[in-house]
């Protein structure tokens, strides 16, 4: 499901790049393709998952410790119905808390770190969506990045930066739980609120609303919904095409 967690993650990207002040095109790009990335991390809790392997030992190092610390949460915070499990994949980095927790991190370690850290934050989120999405992304989304660095304004842009950089991780991990949800396994993204004796209650939708990763629903209908929604939503573009769709009408007016 790697590639369908990083598109999505591009459209809410996309969707939220303008709320957090980055409106021009090559902004929303980068800020979309840092979202996608990270839409990927929460999947670092797996020592197969794309996250996982991208830096070899160094990600297989953190993968082996966030597998340990899920573990050790889930063994101390389980409800009297939560099922018998190891707490690693498809836990503590799958909640709402897991989210917030890091983009705040992000945020404040940006603003601390200066342009190393930021660089750092976004070619590692443009690494992990180029190893989902293709290599496209690294001339793109590290292309627009580039571009908005050198015509920023040093002090106020790299304030602007520093935040967005926290919102774009946020987003795109919990982007990445929304799509968990969707899926026969479900998700505990609202850990620790207790559900039916459950902390860890794995919400997911009416079973016919379900899909099972890999398969038929999700590579013949969601993947291509969101490829085309991936394209409308860059800034720009569905102006041009109602422009276009126009142009024919106004000249057989006239």
């Not at 369908?4 to 979309?32: E, I, K, N």
């Not at 890999?214 to 409308?232: H, M, Q, S, W, Y």
């Amino acid at each position: 499901m790697g590639r369908t967690h990083a598109l999505t993650g591009w459209c809410a990207g996309l969707v939220a790049a303008p709320m957090v002040g980055a409106g021009s095109v090559h902004q929303a790009v980068a800020f979309a393709a840092t979202t996608a990335g990270f839409a990927l991390l929460p999947d670092l809790d797996h020592p197969g998952a794309g996250a996982s392997r991208l830096l070899g030992p160094v990600t297989g190092a953190l993968s082996w410790l966030l597998r340990r610390v899920s573990a050790a949460l889930y063994a101390l915070t389980k409800g009297p119905r939560d099922e018998k499990h190891t707490g690693t994949h498809r836990h503590m980095s799958h909640t709402l808390l897991f989210a917030l927790g890091l983009g705040a991190l992000t945020m404040w370690g940006t603003r601390a770190g200066g342009w190393y850290a930021v660089a750092g934050v976004v070619l590692f989120g443009v690494l992990l969506a180029a190893d989902a999405l293709g290599d496209w992304l690294l001339f793109v989304g590290g292309g627009a990045t580039v571009w908005w660095a050198m015509t920023a304004s040093a002090a106020g842009e790299l304030q602007q930066l520093t935040g967005w950089l926290g919102v774009a991780v946020a987003v795109g991990c919990f982007t990445h739980c929304l799509g968990d949800a969707l899926t026969e396994s479900g998700c505990p993204f609202l850990f620790p609120v207790p559900i039916a004796g459950e902390t860890w209650y794995e919400l997911r939708p009416p079973a016919f609303l379900r899909f099972r990763t890999g398969k038929r629903v999700e590579n013949l209908l969601i993947f291509p919904v969101f490829v085309v929604l991936a394209i409308l939503l860059v800034p720009g573009v569905w102006q041009a095409l109602t422009g276009l769709l126009e142009q024919p009408t106004v000249q057989a007016g006239q």
